[in-house]
């Protein structure tokens, strides 16, 4: 009947996994791109302890699901969480200076995609001694589940209390003081100093839209991040197929991918401030071109390896090697975003968020002609796109 026997026994078609899929990405889009302006006008600090407060409730909901429509619902609130990514990067550029805003955004942005490999581990493991303890698989699942919004619950309240929304302290706080910090446009470090945004949300996301570097950085992103969520979705399968491999042996190669965050993107972060520091910010697109262009060579070389030209070591050399131009472009492209609209980098880091989540879902309907022949076209895709970035 071409039903499934996992996600606790809901015996899901595939149909219905793919659209809960769809849906759950649809979420992280959507506040992507709301979130940022929203953040503009409230302030950090409240938005990301409301966000992980609020979102925290449909995580617990999770451990009672029963049907595939209460999934849906469940997984496109908890996508909502997905947001807090834009605001963590609104807030590492208010509180760092601009000559190491890259460094910052792209290091908690990697370590941010480093614990969602992290959390996979930790659930397996968890659910696992659940199973070891006598526990039944839908038992031991539904209680899995409950940990991570408790960590989001923590997390939120910690934020709330213990926490500034810029180095001058929190904007209600400000208000009251009347501390007026002067206005500049023209490179983005009022905003890495910490001064107010002047921008409510309708206006911050008008102004982001409004400016097509928004959407050059929109399109970079698509085919750096969501084009890693790709993989990460299909490397374990494609290695296990293309190259004669167990699942267990193809899930470990394909994730060398996701490990390059621990320092890759951090790296690109790294290396778009040293070229801030020779060039100015014209270097710091220099050091985006760079890391697109080889993000979209490698990925070119490496759906041309096979088992037969290459092998499964030259594909694992060229993954390597792809992945960390990956993720260094992932890091050159946040370090590039508070010059796009200083006084509405909210609304800019959220519709660039957006991107990767955009890119995903593309990226998967690409792959429906074929894994391969898709990481071909995502490659020649990601090439183009880099001779998009001189124009900024």
Same mark, same amino acid.
């Not at 929304?165 to 009251?176: H, I, L, Q, T």
């Given at each position: 009947?071409?039903?499934?026997?996992?996600?606790?026994?809901?015996?899901?078609?595939?149909?219905?996994?793919? +659209?809960?899929? +769809?849906?759950?990405?649809?979420?992280? !889009? !959507?506040?992507? #791109?709301l979130i940022g302006p929203l953040a503009d006008w409230l302030g950090v600090r409240i938005t990301y302890s409301a966000l992980l407060v609020l979102f925290c409730i449909p995580g617990f909901c999770a451990c009672a699901v029963t049907t595939y429509e209460g999934l849906v619902v469940v997984r496109f609130f908890i996508s909502l969480v997905g947001g807090s990514f834009v605001v963590t990067q609104l807030w590492t550029t208010i509180m760092f200076h601009s000559n190491v805003v890259g460094l910052a955004n792209a290091t908690s942005a990697g370590w941010g995609n480093l614990g969602g490999g992290a959390a996979l581990a930790i659930m397996g493991a968890v659910f696992n001694?659940?199973?070891? &303890?006598?526990?039944? &698989?839908? /038992?031991?699942?539904?209680?899995?589940?409950?940990?991570?919004?408790?960590? @989001? @619950?923590?997390?939120?309240? $910690?934020?709330?209390?213990f /926490?500034?929304?810029?180095?001058?302290?929190?904007?209600?706080?400000?208000?009251?003081r009347k501390v007026n910090e002067p206005e500049k446009v023209d490179d983005g470090s009022d905003l890495a100093g910490g001064a107010e945004p002047v921008s409510v949300a309708g206006r911050s996301l008008q102004m982001a839209a409004g400016n097509w570097r928004t959407w050059v950085l929109f399109l970079v992103y698509a085919f750096s991040f969501g084009v890693e969520l790709v993989v990460n979705g299909n490397i374990a399968l494609y290695f296990s197929n293309s190259f004669d491999l167990s699942q267990a042996d193809g899930g470990l190669a394909g994730s060398l991918f996701?490990?390059?965050?621990? $320092?890759?993107?951090?790296?690109?972060?790294?290396?778009?401030?040293? $070229? &801030?520091?020779?060039?100015?910010?014209?270097?710091?697109?220099?050091?985006?071109? #760079?890391?697109? @262009?080889?993000?979209?060579?490698?990925?070119?070389? $490496?759906? /041309?390896v096979t088992k037969d030209s290459g092998g499964f070591g030259g594909a694992l050399v060229c993954l390597a090697v792809w992945a960390l131009w990956l993720a260094m472009t992932e890091g050159a492209v946040f370090a590039v975003v508070p010059y796009v609209e200083p006084t509405a980098v909210g609304g800019v880091a959220g519709i660039v968020g957006a991107g990767g989540n955009c890119g995903a879902l593309g990226g998967n309907f690409i792959l429906r002609i074929g894994v391969r022949p898709g990481f071909m076209v995502l490659g020649w895709l990601a090439t183009i796109s880099a001779f998009l970035v001189p124009l900024l």
């Open positions: 009947n071409g039903k499934g026997k996992g996600c606790g026994g809901l015996g899901l078609t595939k149909h219905q996994t793919l +659209v809960s899929n +769809v849906v759950s990405v649809s979420g992280t !889009i !959507i506040v992507r #791109i001694a659940m199973k070891d &303890n006598g526990m039944k &698989n839908d /038992t031991a699942w539904r209680r899995s589940l409950a940990w991570p919004p408790v960590v @989001l @619950l923590c997390t939120g309240l $910690f934020a709330f209390f /926490t500034d929304d810029c180095p001058y302290g929190n904007y209600s706080e400000m208000k009251k996701g490990l390059f965050n621990i $320092f890759a993107r951090s790296l690109g972060g790294w290396m778009s401030d040293k $070229f &801030n520091d020779r060039w100015g910010v014209r270097g710091r697109l220099w050091a985006l071109f #760079i890391c697109t @262009l080889f993000m979209g060579i490698f990925m070119l070389v $490496f759906s /041309t």
